[in-house]
């Protein structure tokens, strides 16, 4: 089966990252925040999409 090599580095790189904080998802996204910071970079954050629920055509409404 053939492998993407990029994605096999970054792939890597991301399991080397998560090893290094013994894969506690609090530490990682703290040191993911902090490299944000220093690195003197704009980012932006989009509030969250909200989806209205699906109602099918044909369905009786009950309550």
């Known amino acids: 089966m053939w492998e993407d090599p990029i994605v096999k580095e970054v792939r890597k790189v991301r399991e ?20 944000e910071r220093e690195s003197n970079k704009r980012f932006i954050t989009f509030p969250p999409k909200k989806f209205a629920p699906k109602i099918k055509k044909n369905s009786i409404m009950m309550g």
């Open 16 to 35: 080397a990252h998560a090893a290094k904080f013994h894969y506690n998802l609090h530490a990682i996204y703290q040191d993911l925040k902090r490299q």
